[in-house]
């Protein structure tokens, strides 16, 4: 069975930093790409961003670009967001979720059950 | 980027009662559109993937159908466990992108 766990999650001030880890069970990891989506309170889901199985394609929201960073440890079935220069509007919860291909389609057949992230003084 | 236009933002049906739902999109993304249903305080889950077919274990009560740019999405016979938000998602381009969803609650 496919499982997703994301941590990392927590409150931070605007300005920071935070870490976030998706460990995942049940599939070849290095199979597939993978993705971060998020939803801000009361609203709908955003992607953040995607990469590759050997991470040689990577995408990014604009609303992300230049602070956060994407990665993964095919060694470790873990996927990976560095975020950097949090703001008030990053505030959200994370999702992680499985491409269905190798590549970084945009095609999410599997997602973890988020991290809280909030960002506040 | 590509924008998905879901309508109605919500609706209120009895149990048993049909539910449609449509998705536009700006721009042809053929048929590369998913659609998922998501509960108060969980995450999304796939029901429908390239426009109109069936994720595996899901009930049949759920289809959809569309290609280009105008898509839709029923449940035949609406139940108790179907509240939730449903939304759709291209994944023609990156980024990918989701309408704005359709709260679905029982009258």
């Known amino acids: 069975e496919v499982h997703l766990v994301e941590s990392g999650g927590g409150l931070v001030q605007p300005g920071r930093s935070l870490r976030l880890s998706c460990a995942v069970t049940?599939?070849?990891?290095?199979?597939?790409?993978m993705h971060w989506v998020r939803q801000r309170p009361g609203k709908g889901l955003e992607w953040v961003s995607g990469l590759n199985w050997n991470s040689d394609r990577i995408g990014y929201a604009d609303f992300v670009k230049g602070r956060f960073t994407v990665s993964r440890d095919n060694s470790k079935n873990s996927l990976y967001l560095q975020m950097n220069s949090l703001r008030g509007e990053d505030t959200a919860v994370y999702y992680c979720?499985?491409?269905?291909?190798?590549?970084?389609?945009?095609?999410?057949?599997?997602w973890g059950q988020g991290t809280l992230v909030t960002v506040s003084s | 980027d590509i924008q998905m236009t879901q309508s109605p933002s919500s609706l209120s049906v009895f149990v048993g009662e049909r539910v449609t739902i449509t998705c536009q999109a700006s721009?042809?993304?053929?048929?590369?559109l998913n659609w998922y249903q998501q509960k108060p305080g969980k995450a999304p889950n796939l029901l429908i993937y390239d426009a109109s077919n069936l994720e595996t274990g899901v009930s049949l009560r759920f289809s959809a159908s569309g290609s280009g740019t105008d898509f839709t999405f029923t449940i035949s016979s609406l139940q108790p466990e179907d509240i939730g938000t449903y939304y759709c998602?291209?994944?023609?381009?990156?980024?990918?992108?989701f309408g704005g969803g359709t709260k679905v609650e029982i009258k």
């Open positions: 049940g599939f070849t990891f290095e199979d597939y790409g």
């Open positions: 721009q042809d993304i053929s048929t590369d």
């Open positions: 979720g499985k491409d269905y291909s190798v590549a970084v389609t945009g095609r999410i057949d599997s």
């Open positions: 998602q291209q994944y023609e381009s990156l980024p990918p992108t």
